[in-house]
């Protein structure tokens, strides 16, 4: 099922209203801010195991728990830093997805050295498969498994699928994507 069909289906209230917020507005629309695209990547590392419904709740929490995703701020984070995170009762409070998150902003630091931004970095190697994508990932980064990666891939516009034909959102991103990603 995809996630228009998903939420034709739910009935009226704020749990459409969160999920349609996200179908409409975000998911599968191109991100061109390195921020925000960790940004992405915090919040689809820790969807893995949960309902992504949490995610969206928590995600004001997760900003303001990780510096607003500036990676600098977050790959410079300490020992103190990775305990304020365990003890957030607003966020998941999973070790290895924090330690997750703050490792993937040094590696995210290197790839901006070398491309220029992460964004740079996901263009030079589109289009890839999934299969190639998830190969890629899990050797650059750290708990990015190969659903994770699809979420990830599928909500910046990376990979298809994200809305039907018929959604009165796939015209709306096929006209804010890039030349090159059409």
Known sequence: MTYCEFL???????????????????????????????GRLILEINQAGLNWE???????AFRKAFSNFDIKKVAA??????????????????RLKINAAIENAKVILTLQKEYG????WLEHHHPLTLAEWVKLFKKTFTFTGGEIVNEFMMSIGYLPGTHDKTCKVYKKIADHKPMWMR
């Open 54 to 60: 949490i995610i969206l709740k928590k995600e004001p």
């Open 77 to 94: 984070y300490k020992d103190k830093d990775r305990e304020r995170l365990l003890n957030d009762a607003g966020i998941i409070r999973n």
């Open 117 to 120: 931004s992460f964004e740079k």
């Open 8 to 38: 034709e289906k739910m009935p009226s209230g704020p749990k459409k209203d969160l999920h349609k917020n996200y179908h409409d507005n975000h998911y599968g629309f191109p991100i061109h801010d390195d921020n925000e695209l960790f």
